[in-house]
């Protein structure tokens, strides 16, 4: 009997990079100001040997903040893939193991001022049996299925200074069975910006409570803006009265920017 395998490719880009049996930290690599080295540990969370392979694949990010793989770069896209060199482009490891995999930038001296990116693709394959089914047709054609999972990171060079700028419009309460903020994130600048959304409710008396919060949220050049949904803490109904305020901020070594803040009408 012949077997046809079919590879199921199932691509992951989540903020918490846990998923299919491989954690990889830091997840988000930015080299600037002089920084050129980055090392990145990964592990085999599972308990099967695996072996991973590295490359790159290029993203556009959509307006709903999807990433669409693509092939060619936008206008006013620049791919970073060909200024890095990774070490090594596979590991295997043995369940539990982990290994540091290495990447350096090297940029030309005549490098365009702005922001590269790509996108670092991890693919599992593993060493354990194919999970699936295997059926036998009336031409004698079997049909394998075989899970091959990937994750990936954004890997992201900056050239010269920043003049980025991010705004919070259109903020809405969204009311029902799933309530929420919904707003758009919107950017202008040569470089991308990136940091974590938290919802504030202020009563009549001005306590602060925090009622949202979803972090990880990256708006990618070349970009302009696109929209988020922020959901209410379970159990949290949105408010009729006291105030709303949604928080963009970033937070690097213990230290707190604010990128952007804006009031959010309650009807």
């Known amino acids: 009997m012949k077997t046809l395998f ?10 918490s990079l846990a998923q299919s049996d491989i954690l990889i930290t830091p997840f988000r690599v930015v080299l600037e100001n002089g920084k050129n080295i980055e090392e990145l540990s990964v592990a085999n969370t599972g308990s099967d040997t695996a072996r991973y392979t590295i490359s790159f694949v290029q993203y556009r990010m959509k307006e709903d903040g ?3 793989q693509i092939t060619a770069a936008d206008q006013g896209q620049n791919f970073a893939d ?3 060199r990774v070490f090594p482009k596979s590991v295997v490891l043995a369940p539990k193991e982990a290994q540091i995999v290495r990447l350096q930038a090297r940029m030309p001296a005549d490098a365009a001022p702005g922001e590269y990116r790509s996108h670092l693709y991890f693919r599992s394959a593993g060493e354990q049996e194919a999970i699936g089914f295997e059926a036998e047709g009336a031409d ?32 809405k309460v969204q009311r029902g069975e799933q309530p929420s903020v919904n707003l758009i994130v919107a950017r202008t600048g040569n470089y991308s910006v990136y940091g974590d959304l938290e919802l504030y409710h202020y009563d009549a008396a001005g306590k602060e409570s925090m009622v949202g919060l979803v972090r990880g949220v990256a708006v990618y050049t070349p970009l302009q803006g696109r929209t988020v949904k922020i959901p209410f803490n379970k159990a949290t109904t949105p408010p009729s009265s006291g105030r709303l305020k949604v928080v963009y901020s970033f937070t690097s070594n213990g230290k707190k920017e604010v990128l952007a803040e804006v009031e959010v009408p309650l009807n």
Do not use: C, H, M, N
Not at 6 to 15: D, I, K, P, R, Y
């Open 6 to 15: 079919v590879f199921l490719f199932t691509g992951l880009w989540f903020s």
């Open 66 to 68: 999807q990433l669409e």
């Open 82 to 84: 060909k200024y890095v």
């Open 140 to 171: 004698g054609l079997g049909i394998q299925l075989i899970p091959i999972y990937g994750i990936t990171i954004p890997v992201i060079i900056r050239v010269g200074a920043s003049d980025a700028k991010v705004q919070l419009k259109s903020p």
